[in-house]
């Protein structure tokens, strides 16, 4: 690829060799016919559909910027429906949000049915180049167009205006072709980080259900395990910031345990929001905290190395005691096991709470220390596979938006 650096000329920054030239201005309408498809209600998805089919709520939730593999089936008769046409780009006409609306994802295959609230663009030009252009370029644009209050429309005829810069049919398909491969590099990148999960569930599940047992080097197995209460293993710590000191604002979520507030939040932490933190939580090294009103679906985190930051004086944070070691205890926190003891202890009318009171009460069978070290072991080697294979696949969606920022005007 050549990198071009020309100002005031209607050409890229990235180009691949042998294409020269400026790219042609059209209104999308001067290229295009447009069409919409036909009501698919959710109940008329069938697992033993016979056509297969796509409805609008699934672009921004099940598909990119190309459908190859289709999600969904249903039987209604197909002259009730609307089909696509290969090559067809399609885009919700009505939606929740303005972003959501401004998804489009081109169809490569003929005989889908289109739901009822798809715009349907049916173009003289690459529909997999025109999609990933309005997915990056003309996203906001397209936002723009988009009209409404509580349900956002958007019109063919408002489509219909837009800008649309075009190279030479060949240039497109280079475009598409390369997009395209770094898309099923992702594709595939996702499918190693589900295969690592799905291996460490299994994993998971035969060692805190016994069923896969260490043993001792000499062959026999490690006692077995003791009942006992997290009372017995944990003790509360809520030393509050009451000096007012400014130290880093932390919150937990079910996904990466402590983060930054301001990651969390958009930007903006606690202290801007004119909280007070002289009531926050002060958190040393090796602590765990938990949101008791989000307990249920995974919200624990374990400080580890960090130290000298607080969090809110709504969680609930606790240090173990010697008889269990920390990462076979946040190893077992993340299971089915430990949210099935949740479900069962949890209290309140409108939300659940999982107070330490509470938790505290919760039963637990534990291993000696040295089963506990082998466990949390094999499951932390499992994590730090799991989180490299999730580092390749945040790079390659850089490239990705790299690429898109560079191979556009």
Not at 288 to 309: H, Q
């Amino acid at each position: 690829m050549a990198t071009k650096k020309l100002k005031n000329r209607n050409v890229p920054n990235l180009r691949f060799p042998g294409f020269e030239g400026e790219w042609e201005e059209r209104k999308l309408g001067e290229i295009a016919e447009f069409s919409k498809g036909k009501g698919i209600s959710k109940s008329e998805i069938a697992e033993n559909g016979i056509t297969e089919c796509i409805r609008y709520g699934e672009l921004y939730t099940h598909y990119g910027e190309v459908i190859d593999e289709i999600k969904s089936r249903t039987n209604i008769d197909a002259q009730d429906l609307v089909f696509s046409k290969a090559n067809d780009v399609i885009i919700p006409s009505s939606g929740e949000t303005q972003l959501d609306i401004a998804t489009a994802s081109c169809v490569i295959k003929a005989g889908i049915a289109l739901g009822g609230d798809l715009n349907i663009i049916r173009a003289a030009c690459n529909g997999i180049f025109l999609s990933y252009y309005l997915n990056s370029k003309k996203k906001m644009d397209i936002a723009r167009l988009a009209q409404g209050i509580s349900v956002v429309h958007l019109y063919s005829s408002e489509l219909a205006v837009l800008s649309i810069r075009f190279p030479t049919l060949n240039e497109q398909n280079k475009i598409a072709s390369f997009l395209a491969l770094i898309d099923r590099r992702i594709a595939t990148q996702n499918k190693i980080i589900e295969d690592f999960r799905s291996l460490k569930q299994t994993v998971t599940k035969k060692l805190f259900s016994r069923r896969l047992k260490f043993k001792y080097p000499k062959g026999q197995y490690f006692p077995d395990w003791r009942e006992t209460k997290f009372g017995e293993l944990t003790e509360v710590v809520s030393s509050r910031n009451k000096n007012n000191e400014k130290l880093p604002v932390y919150s937990i979520n079910n996904k990466s345990g402590f983060v930054p507030q301001n990651e969390q939040f958009d930007g903006i932490d606690s202290d801007e929001r004119g909280y007070d933190i002289k009531m926050y939580k002060l958190i040393g090294k090796n602590t765990f905290a938990y949101n008791p009103a989000r307990i249920n679906v995974g919200s624990v985190g374990y400080s580890g190395e960090l130290e000298n930051i607080i969090i809110s004086s709504l969680y609930v944070c606790f240090k173990t005691k010697e008889s269990i070691r920390d990462q076979f205890l946040f190893q077992y926190l993340k299971t089915n096991f430990f949210g099935k003891e949740v479900a069962k202890n949890v209290e309140g009318g409108v939300r659940d709470y999982l107070f330490y009171d509470n938790f505290a009460k919760i039963k637990f069978y534990v291993p000696c220390i040295q089963e506990q070290d082998k466990i949390a072991n094999v499951l932390s080697e499992l994590d730090q596979k799991i989180a490299m294979q999730v580092s390749i696949l945040q790079n390659l969606e850089e490239q990705k938006k790299y690429f898109l920022q560079k191979l556009f005007i």
